[in-house]
């Protein structure tokens, strides 16, 4: 059979991003708002789609109701084709009993006849819940020039950090040697951003492979990654340069949102090549009052601010009222602060009111602090202190 | 709603006295208030309302407008059934009427008879208001009206242009509708927004084209106020006419009012308009903004009081802005001062450049200049 589609992305979004606290209480990590109006997996689309990749499934498990909902027809992506288009991939039960995904490469296994539906040559296999911006087009040139098996995504960590990822080791024309999952003892600090480019073939014959291995625990840098090495696969490192994060925890969440407001951010959302999309909160340009004072800081549409606001990142539809102070804060969508309430260091999510002189406040100037997590839909009533 | 269709009057010659603003587009895209053009007022209150079926008669200048309202999107007015549909002009047998709106309903006469809708709310594009058509229709059906059509009270102290007022009854009939240009205190100022059934409006539309009169208004409404059961209806919220740089930049500025900004971007439902993709604002270290309506894409780093900065405007460090209107894309150099000055979209504002508009009119800058 010709093949369709040159290539069709499979982005994994089960995660629970069980590190993130309060945050993914009632919605997926891919789905974690990010960056003033986003949410962590627009960046992901917003890649397939800038890419010219079209059709895209998104295979989701962890309580993906809000994910769904941002989804819709992936109208904001461009991604509602008649050909392809979105395609949300959850488990599902058949003839014989259905089963959860086990594993990011058991999740995949299980919508092979969704790979096999649209025919491609390659399948790109992403994460939907990093942050960064990339061409994937120029890495399946990559591919097709190395004339590789397989492609992973890498990039240079700092050496700690290096263990929390897939460890890569590359002879000089990039050619994969050695593969590592989280390896107590990284041997480089060239790391899988976990973006695999797979041949659809191999990919599809790997995976089998993977099934049926009782002792495989079916995800793509422990089992099958490492498999197709030791079978002498033709895999490389594509090398990425740019911004890149995998926000695991609450810290890090603030940390990315807070690279944003740097003078020359690494992560441009301002580029009108390759922009971000979302979906549209349809809300009127943002209102500040008299007495608002706002430096450093992103403000999205519908906020209404009357206190001082620096160094904050400020989501869609925010209220903060007269002498409220909002220093190196995430205040959610649709968040409302009163009047005299002082803000420093903290994450505030979705809907939560904070109510009339309150105080959350962290005193510490740790470059990476400890940041306090304000639950979503909370009242918290005038006057409360919430302290780190 | 499901009977009554909507009609969006872009087909009224009245960009004349927008001047340089009117240069490259009709009145109905108009940027507004930040974001918007000015027919995502009635059509967001069309849609909104659940109106599903909604044509835009158009007259010139209409490339902006098409570009602005797409497929209908933005609304949910891209269907297959109904929708939005933009209808150009063109003239029957090279023949055209003086006025361009009744050519218009004669032209697509069509649309109206292929259209399983009875009820018709006709509306001018260059109305801001935030409205339930929804209410409007019920209470034209419990007043069981032939025609209703909207106003609001105008403010006193205020330079108008020529309106229409009305004269009511106590049960809020229409007695008597006038011209005027001095507004006395609440006066009920008319809305070029009406309601009336298919056929009536049809007869209308007819009627008066033999005649080879004036509008719909002049023609169809007035004539008739005594054989037809006419009714008002008020806005009480917001609602403003653009037909001038006047009123344009006055009413810009009354959005700088919290409250305002509340009642026309969200209450009853909330204002559509194109979807730009655009990031937040961003505020760099040194940018005083107060008293401003600020849209997303803007990266700030001078001054900017009393004033409306549109999609990706860029202002320079040690700029001031003051009470200014500023459209998508502009760009101000370090240091510039600018005072009581609308810059249509694009313009670029080299470093240190001075602009002041006087005290009675607002400095008005072309689309794209170079200053």
Known sequence: ?388 | MKNVMGVINVSKKSGDQLGLLAKHRCIASMPFGGKYRLIDFVLSGMANSGIQNVAVFTREKYGSLMNHLGSGKSWDLSRKQDGLIILPPHSLDGYVLPDFELNSYLAHKDFFDRSSQNTVVVASSNIVCNVSFRDAVRYHEEKGADITVFYSESLPGIAWPLRHNLALNDEGMVLNIVERTNQLLSARVLLEIYILSKPLLMELVEDSAQNRDAGLLTAGIIPNLHNLKVYAYALSRFSAVIDSVDLYYRHSMELLCRQTWEELFFIPGHVQTKFTDEPPARYLEGSAVCGSLLANGCTIAGTVKNSILFEGVKVGQGAYINNSIIMQKCEIGQGAVLDRVILDKDVYVSAGKVLMGDNSKPLVVEKRRIL
């Not at chain 1, 986003?38 to 990749?53: H, V």
């Not at chain 1, 922009?275 to 608002?292: C, F, G, M």
């Open chain 1, 1 to 388: 059979m010709i093949p369709k589609k040159e290539c069709i992305a499979m982005l994994l979004a089960g995660g629970e991003g069980r590190r993130m606290g309060f945050l993914t209480k009632e919605l997926a990590k891919p789905a974690v708002p990010f960056g003033g109006k986003y949410r962590i997996i627009d960046f992901t689309l917003s890649n397939c789609a800038n890419s010219g990749i079209y059709t895209v499934g998104v295979l989701t498990q962890y309580k993906p109701l809000v994910l769904n909902s941002h989804l819709g027809n992936g109208i904001p992506w461009d991604l509602d084709r008649k050909e392809g288009g979105v395609t949300i991939l959850p488990p599902f039960v058949r003839e014989k009993g259905g089963e959860w995904y086990r594993g990011t490469a058991n999740a995949v296994y299980q919508n092979l006849f969704f790979i096999e539906q649209h025919n491609p040559c390659y399948v790109l296999v992403a994460s939907g819940d990093h942050i960064y911006k990339m061409d994937y087009s120029l890495m399946i040139k990559y591919h097709q020039d190395k004339n590789a098996d397989a492609t992973i995504a890498a990039i240079k960590v700092p050496w700690k950090e290096a263990s929390r990822f897939g460890v890569m080791h590359t002879e000089e024309d990039g050619r994969i040697t050695d593969f590592a999952e989280k390896p107590q003892l990284p041997r480089s600090n060239l790391v899988s951003m976990g973006v695999y480019l797979f041949n659809r073939k191999l990919l599809t014959k790997y995976l089998r492979i993977d099934d049926i291995n009782p002792l495989s625990e079916n995800d793509f840098g422990r089992d099958v990654i490492p498999l197709m090495l030791q079978d002498g696969c033709r895999m490389f490192a594509y090398p990425f340069y740019g911004y890149w994060r995998d926000v695991g925890t609450v810290e890090s969440l603030w940390e990315a949102n807070m690279d944003l407001l740097a003078v020359e951010p690494e992560l441009n959302l301002y580029d009108q090549n390759w922009r971000i999309y979302t979906v549209d909160p349809s809300q009127p340009p943002h209102y500040l009052a008299d007495t608002a004072c706002v430096e450093q800081s992103m403000v999205s549409e519908g906020c209404n601010i009357y206190g001082t606001v620096r160094r904050s990142v400020l989501f869609t539809g925010v209220q903060a009222g007269e002498g409220s102070l909002i220093e190196e804060s995430v205040i959610m969508p649709y968040v409302r602060i009163g009047r005299n309430v002082q803000v420093r260091r903290a994450i505030i999510d979705e809907y939560t009111e904070v109510k009339d002189g309150c105080r959350i406040f962290n005193n510490s100037h740790a470059e990476t602090p400890q940041i306090i997590l304000v639950e979503e839909n909370m009242i918290i009533q005038e006057n409360s202190e919430i302290n780190r």
